[in-house]
Every structure is written in C-alpha cells, then in structure tokens.
C-alpha cells in the first residue's frame, strides 16, 4: 500500500514516493536505457554486415545512427507533448512497439534507404518516445534520491554495451544480419513491458487544459493544448535559456574524446589492445562516477549547481591535459588522464539533469526535458565534425582536445550566469515566476492542478556514446546519446513547495 | 692425310668441346633443355632454423641460396647437404668451407607442377641447422573458417583474393568428393561470376536449400591450381522467427503479470480503511489477502470509533 500514491487527482501533485515502486521504475529505466543506447552504441556490427550486403560506403551505412540519434532528440519534445497529455505509461509502451516495429521492417530492407527509414526514423522516433518520458518518471518518483535513482538507471547503458557486442556478433553469425534485427525487434518490444511498469503518480495535463464552455476540438484549445503540452513558454523564459546555451556548449565538448581517443592513443604510438583498453577503462569509470556523483549530491552537501560547475571544470581540465598526459609516449599519463576524463564525465551526467527543475521548476519538468534535448542535440551535431575538421587541419588530436575543453570551460562559465548562482540556499522563484508566467499564458491552468508538466531539461544527451563500437564509427554516429541527468534539485524545497 | 698434327689438334680440341656443352658443375641437366627463366631466393641463417615461403608461378628453375652464421665452433669445413620434403636428395652432399665467417650452399631446382614442395638446405654440424624453403603456388588471402549464412530466395556472394593475379579463376561446388564447375553463362540467372584481377566473386541468386554446401575457388597458375573452399548454409526465415516469436510471447506474458498485478494490489489497497463502502464490495476475485485488508478494515474502523 505504501507503493502506490493514493491517487489525489485534484490536489497538487502527489510527494514522490521516494522509494517503494520507484526502484522498480529504476529498473525499469535501467533495462530501457539498456536498449535503447546499448542497441545504438553495438550497432558498428551490423555496419560491417551492411556494408559488405548492400555495397555501400562506410559513410553511408553510418548515416543510419545518425539519423536515428537525431530522430530520438528532435521527436522528444513531441514525445513529452503526449506524456503531457496522455500520461507516461500508454507513450513509453507505443514507443517500444514502435522502435519494435522498425527493427522487423529493417530484416526485410533490400537498400540502405530502407535502413534509414525503419532503422533511423521509425525507431528514433520510437527511442525519443521512450526514453524521455521514462527519465522524467523516475524523476517523479524520486525527490531526495534523486540523482542516485537516475544515475543507477543509467549504469544500464554502460553495462549493455559491454554485453551487447559479442551477443550480436554471436546472433549474426547464427541467423546473418536479417534475422539478427529481427530479434532486436524483439528484445526492443521488452520496453512495452518497462513502460507497463510505471505506475502514474497523478493526473496529467490534459485533465486541467480545458476551460468550462470550450469545446475540446476547436482551434483555440488545440493550439492552447500544443502549447501547453510542448512548454513552449520556456523558450522565453531566460535561465532555461542559458541553459540550455551551456549544455549545448557541453555537448560540443562532451563526445570529443569518445570520438577521437583511440585514434589519438594509435596515433601516439601505442597498439592497438593499449587504445582499447583505454577505452574500456574509461567506460568502467564513467559507470563508477555516475553513481558516485548521485550519491555524493544526494548527500546536499552542495548545490546542484555547484557540484555540475565542480565536475564540468574537471572534466575541461582534464580535456586540456589529455595531449600532455601522453607526451612522450607515456602510457601510464595517458590512462591516468583518461580514467580522470571518464570519471568526471559520468560524474557530470546525472548532475545536468537534475539541476533542472531548480531552474525551470518542477511543473514544467517534463516539457522542458524534451525542448532541452531538442536543443542539445546542436552542440553535437557541430562538435565531433568540428573536431574531425581540426584534425583534418592540424594532423594531430592535440587541437581538437583543447577546443572540447575550451568548450566545457565555456558552458561552465555560462552555467554560473544563472541567476542565483552564488546563493548558498535553494531558492524558490523561478518555480514563482513560472507560476504567474503560466497563469498569464494558460488561463485554463490552476498551478494548484496536479501537473505532472515538469521541465526538467535533459540537457546532456550524448553522454554516453560511441566509445564501444569505434571501427564503424565516424564522427556523423557519434550522435550523442540522450544522458538524462539526474536532477538533483533538492526537491526537498523543489517539489513540496511547488504548489503550497 | 689425316697428318698427326690434325688428329692430335681434333684430341685437343674435342675435350674443349665437350667442356663447352657443360657449362655447371652442378646440373648437367639445365643445358639440355629450353630457356627458362631462373628465380633467385637466399636466406640468412643466425639460428637454428629459419622458414621462408617461396611463391612460384609457372615452372621455373629456382636457385636457393642459404648462408649460415650462426656457428659457434667456426671449423673451417662442415657438411651440407640439401632435402625434399624430409628425405634426403641424392648426391647433394658437399663440403662447405667457411668464408669470412659464414657458411655457403645453393643449388638449382627445376620446379614443375610435381616438383613443388617443402625444400631445406642442411648444415651439418654437431647439429643441424635447416632453413627450410616452402616452395608453392601463391596461397588465398583470407581464410574463411565460418560457413556464410544466406537466406532463401536471397542471393549470397563469395569471394577470394590472392596476391599475384592467377591466368584463370574457376569456381566449383563439391559435391561429396566430386567437384561440379559452376558454369555462370549456361546458368545466367542463378550464378553471376566477376572476376577483377587478383580477385573473383561468385554470387548465388535465388537461393534453395540445395545450394548449402562447400564451394571452391580454383585460381590456375601456370604452375598448378590454388584452391580455397567456403562453405555455405542457406536457412529459411522460420529459423530466427522461433527465437523471435518466444520473445514476444513473453514480454505479452510479461506485460499482462504485470497490469494484473496492479489492478490486485489496487483493489487490495482500495479495501484500506478509507473508503466508506468498502462492505459493499463483495465480488473482487482476491485472495485471502484481500479478506484480510477487509478484515483490517473492519478492525481499523472500529478501533477509531
């Protein structure tokens, strides 16, 4: 009985249960994390097969996670639009049969266009449909421990694509490239089951939308309704925008070394089981810094803000050091620089999200997600071809470390330009000014209503890609992978105060 | 007539012509027959054995050289002798004198399609020390250990590589211990054959059961034939569709547990002591769980009035 939230539909929203069904939720986030970017991380087997199949080049096979990567950013805000109105469980459920759906379709494909459209943009799809209303659930579920919850649930990622390579290599010597997406298709219907698993913590939106004597279907709510759903009065609102300017500017940052590290460590001089090896380590502490940072914010030692300024200047140094550190050929340099690198970059992950509903408030949490990851998925798009590009100029990855830790540094100064920053306690007005922001815009909203509508700007998304599957993988795969950080408002004052 | 200064001249000059046909102290054989061009291989040994591949393309006469340095007792002569393929060549024992500190045997093979083999030039010491001269046609570059998977009605390719690009490439399907030629113009809408230099490709079109089996590529030098073989298994669609269909089974299994799990424990939760017509509900198909919230219910309520 404690796990469920008695359902009190008209009050403001239901205290986070903080436990009970919600470590369910984890996992549950866990497994769909799991599926989703292990599936995209492993896929360099597939390229290998489609390339040999269908006589294609490299680059054009690699299109096929790209646009997958950016139909799982860009359809996000639409996916948290219908979370808004119809609630998680019935879009993370449509979204596992559809990212199902695209996998069958692509075992029949007989051209590389047919790949693009069932793997790229019907799973993307899918993924976004998935992925982002499975973050915001447990975020909901979840106040004090926030940012462990999301951070275990995201040690999914990491664990899967340790597992999934040989297992595909394994199915597509059993059953050849077809019947391997096949039973993708398969494994990937396992998130209808995920999304069966979250139980809703309060009405969404839709219920409270509709002003009396307003027909449903007409041109005025609708477009009311989309507003609402898509948060878009958050795209003028100024700390959601700075922002969303600084994790852009992570992201430009973030992939460099997933990208470039095994060809930097080759370039050195060292074999290629040592570049590997590098890569493997850094995954193992990327892992071992998520949840540690999730831990150690939960603690409230810190603000959130803080603790993401502290990991995001770490991570920029530790970028700038990465040529130093294997000057001379120095191995051990290198791996100690690394292991640092992936530290703070998991550390940094579940941070970025949870700052958000100290910015945006926890009404808008869930739009805010969505627009984040929309937003973000710029800062990748330019940083790995920015990079490449360097490299192509300078001959060496010297050039492009220093620009993603330049990028870093720079998000996390602009990070220290939201308001209230040098503050020591939490403060409440932005979920104030939300607040009014909405009953200005939205009259037919009472703040009072239980708004499961959190922005929670998911704002690092790439996060975890690529560094496992580097052969096939050129800089237009290496989309990042939505992270989603935890957000570790202390929703002590986030949440209970939010509505009183 | 025939004076004795003529004779004694035709004597003289009679050794001098036989001398002239044999040129060699080593092959009588060379001279007598057509031009042939000869390769040149050498070897250094510095320790007990060294393994040199030779690729031979068409019937050559093959010089080997083998030098050896490594001798730790330095006697001024040592035996050599040379092998073919583990047993002794006749008469090719010589004595190898050494020379600025190493040691110097070579000797000509006439290499044919029969002659090839596994050929080493022998030191002998108190021990011996071989190097030993693979002398074959150029082998196929990739090895395929795994059987090429390929659906029904789906077309599979198979290729092969060599280095030095052979006169001919000839493709077979064994069958048992026979070898069928794969004829791509009798047969254009099944098997397309393409070759481009030092590699071919067979592709299979429309493929049936019949067609799983081992398939040969056959490049032919002047020499003698290389061959690789791969093999190929062809599966109908039925075979990932098993492991497929048990996985959504059991994610429906799964996904039915679990909203039935919910809706019990909703209706076990929504008999707490809450609501007011909690009696009134008798026809839930709980457990005795569900009895029991009821029974707390009851005492619940009592104990607040």
Redesign the interface.
Known sequence: ?A??Q?PQSHQSQPAAPDGGWGWVVVGALFVTSALVFGIIRSMGVFFVEFVQYFEESAQAVSWITSIGLAMQQCVSPFGTALCNGYGARPVV?AGGCLSALGFILASQATCVTHLYLTLGVISGSGWALIFTPMVASVMQYFTRKRSLAMALGFTGVGLSSFAFSPLFQLLV????W???L??L???S??M??CG??I?PLGTHKAVAALAPGESAWSCASIFHRAYSYLELSLLFHRPFLTYSLAITFFNCGYFVPYVHLVAHSRHEGFSQYQAAFVISATGVTDIVGRVVSGWASDLGRLRLPHMLVLWTGLLGLSLLLLPLGSLGGSYPGLLIISLAYGFCAGAMTPLVFAVVPEIVGMERMLGALGLLQMIESVGGLLGAPLSGLLKDLTGSYTASFLVAGGFLLLGTMVTTTLPHFFSCTDQRPLQRHARNHNNKQQNQQSPESGLMTNSISEKLNHIDTIPYSQPQLDRNSLQPEPELYMPLNRSRTDDATTKC | MFSPWILSLQLILFPLFWRGIYTTETNPELVLTDPVTTVFKSAVLKGDSLVEKVEILKPVDLELACTWTGNPNKLPNITGYWRKDGSEITNSRLTVQLENEQYNLKRVFRITGDTLGNYSCIFSDTDEAKIYFNVAAPEMDDKKD?PI???VG?SVTMACKTKLPPNAWLWYKANGTEQELINATTDPLRYKISVDGNTTKLTVMNLTEEDSGVYVCSAIYNIKASVSRVEVRV?T?M???K??I???AE?II??LL??LY?RW??Q??SH?P?DNGVHAEPTHKLTREGNNGMDENTTTRQRKI
Do not use: C, Q
């Open positions: 009985m796990k469920l008695a459920m010597e059993m059953y050849t077809r019947g391997a096949l039973i298709g398969g494994l219907l396992n209808v089951a069966a698993l139980r | 795994k998977v390929a659906y789906d599966i669609f075979e990932p569709l492991p497929f048990a996985i959504v994610v799964l996904v679990i909203l919910e424990s909703s076990k939760s707490s809450t």
